[in-house]
């Protein structure tokens, strides 16, 4: 199963199709889990027997395009924009008529930043049957008061979070253990399937091997 890279509407989107094909995996992607890809998806085979066409696309203004609200720096010195509504779009109105084909189930995943906007997004829309938000950046600036008065659209999430990750000196950042226990007691209440799942290591440890079992999870729960 290899990728192919195709340009849709000035997004460099990587396809791994399958013509047998019952779900279908939507991405956002940097560079460097671009170069973990193919690996990804033959860890996603290895953890589901579910036939599935992956459609990752590459986000080159991380935190522009992946956050919902305006919000200062938290390291660094680039502020978070409101870039989320037009990511939203570009999946719902130009990715998907693509590549979605006869495929019934369509699930939206990311990690870090792209877990909260998987989140946010099943929040908007209910075109996507499942999520996954692995590593999801719920430390985000008024990202819990905002889940506690919202409900998402969709039937089943996933969560996941590094085990070291809340430990870290960043004050914001650190906030990311306790607001995803919260993220995960408001899911309990307002939809089908949840489950919160607890990697080791930091933020930074196997990407592609948190995803796929994200993937994997929602795929085999629908």
């Not at 080159?60 to 919000?71: G, R």
Request: proline share 6%; aromatic share 10%; with cysteine.
């Amino acid at each position: 199963m290899k990728g192919t890279i195709v340009d849709i509407s000035g997004k460099e989107c990587h396809l791994y199709r399958n013509p047998d094909a019952e779900f279908l995996l939507i991405q956002p992607i940097d560079e460097h889990e671009l170069e973990v890809l193919d690996k990804e998806v033959e860890s996603i085979k290895e953890l589901s027997d579910k036939p599935f066409l992956l459609a990752a696309f590459i986000i080159k203004d991380w935190n522009q395009e992946l956050t919902p609200w305006p919000a200062p720096p938290v390291f660094g010195k680039v502020p978070f924009g409101s870039g989320a509504t037009d990511t939203l779009e570009f999946v719902t109105s130009r990715l998907l008529p693509v590549v979605q084909d006869e495929v019934s189930h369509v699930i939206l995943g990311g990690y870090s930043l792209a877990g909260l906007f998987a989140l946010w997004a099943s929040y908007q829309t209910d075109r996507f049957g499942g999520i996954v938000a692995a590593s999801p950046s719920v430390w985000f600036p008024k990202w819990i008061e905002y889940a506690t008065i919202n409900k998402p659209l969709t039937k089943s999430i996933y969560l996941s979070l590094g085990d070291k990750e809340e430990k870290t000196k960043n004050p914001v950042m650190a906030q990311v253990g306790n607001a995803i226990r919260k993220q995960e007691e408001l899911l309990k209440g307002q939809v089908e399937k949840t489950i919160l799942e607890w990697n080791p290591g930091n933020h930074f440890v196997d990407s592609e091997k948190r995803m796929a079992k994200g993937f994997a999870w929602v795929m085999n729960s629908l």
